[in-house]
């Protein structure tokens, strides 16, 4: 019998306003639409957020709809869609100027969502909308509540000034997987005092919160996995870059579905890279994913 993935992802939904254009975003809104891409029927992706009643609000649900993510958990609110102006700098990295009493800003528990964490075996969570209290706290008790057995992706994602360092550890503290670029590794070592060279760092922060897989992003440099014991780099892979939004989100989202199907790290890593340099390619950061990726 084929396996069967049930996959969540728990924060922010907005568009981010570029200058040629509105483009969807929010970190675990791209990480769902990619891994839905990348699971097809042998998943269902799900993602638990909030939007506006307004126009903003009915595209993202049509744009998340078009590429298979169930959108039957994300609250409608009173509060207008998340957005996020961006502007890219010479080399494609974005800069956020990101908008204040969005709706996912409000995100509110709902006790089915008790029923929802015992049936699901992954769930990807970030910092970003954990800056409100309502959103922390609905974030925090769904993972929380979710079994021990199901993966608990810390996707860090750091937009400043919207983290503080409780909610950071209090998050390390729920995850089982933890995924970072060099500049979030630079700030969480600062954050915890945390000294030595990239790999050192990443296992100790595997020691002191029981992570079990760690995963180093590094942009031209490749990416960094670590496994229990087990660690294997791996390089970049060339492309054009368009723009580097929802690069790591698409990472991500491959990373999951590698765990869940207890893929060899290389394998994982290999992959998970491969898929990533697409969206670096590609305006936007869920963009339709071509054939030739494939999948696991």
């Known amino acids: 019998m084929t396996p069967f993935y049930r996959i969540i992802g728990l924060g922010e939904v907005l568009w981010d306003l570029f200058p040629d254009g509105d483009h969807f975003g929010g970190a675990p809104a791209n990480m769902a639409c990619t891994a839905a891409g990348l699971l097809g029927s042998s998943g269902s992706v799900k993602l638990v957020s909030a939007l506006g009643a307004d126009q903003r609000g009915r595209e993202a649900i049509n744009f998340l709809e078009q590429r298979h993510v169930d959108v039957s958990e994300i609250q409608i609110t009173e ?4 957005s996020v102006i961006v502007q890219l ?3 494609g990295q974005p800069l ?6 969005s709706a996912w800003d409000s995100i509110a528990w709902s006790e ?6 015992a049936n699901v075996d992954a769930i990807c969570f970030g910092s970003l909308a954990q800056r409100g209290i309502t959103s922390r706290q609905t974030i925090q008790k769904f993972v929380g509540t979710s079994p021990a057995n199901v993966l608990k992706v810390f996707d860090i994602n750091l937009r400043a000034p919207f983290y ?9 503290k729920l995850a089982n997987v933890l995924k970072l670029n060099r500049e979030e590794l630079s700030v969480i070592s600062e954050i915890l005092s945390m000294s030595g060279d990239s790999i050192d760092v990443l296992k100790r922060l595997q020691d002191d919160y029981q992570i079990n897989t760690i995963a180093l992003t590094q942009g031209s440099a490749g990416a960094v996995l670590i496994h229990y014991s087990e660690t294997v780099n791996v390089p970049s892979v060339p492309t054009t870059v368009a723009d580097t939004v929802g690069a790591g989100d698409a990472f991500t989202a491959a990373l999951i579905i590698g765990l869940l199907k207890n893929q060899s790290l ?3 890593a290999n992959f998970a890279t491969n898929v990533s340099s697409y969206v ?7 963009p339709m994913l071509p054939d030739w990726i494939g999948g696991y």
């Open 89 to 91: 700098d010479d080399s």
């Open 266 to 268: 290389t394998e994982i």
């Open 79 to 82: 509060a207008p869609t998340g």
């Open 96 to 101: 956020f100027n990101i908008s204040v009493n």
């Open 164 to 172: 503080a360092a409780d909610t950071l550890i209090q998050s390390l």
């Open 112 to 117: 089915h969502w008790r029923d929802l964490t």
């Open 280 to 286: 670096c390619s590609q305006r936007g950061a869920s």
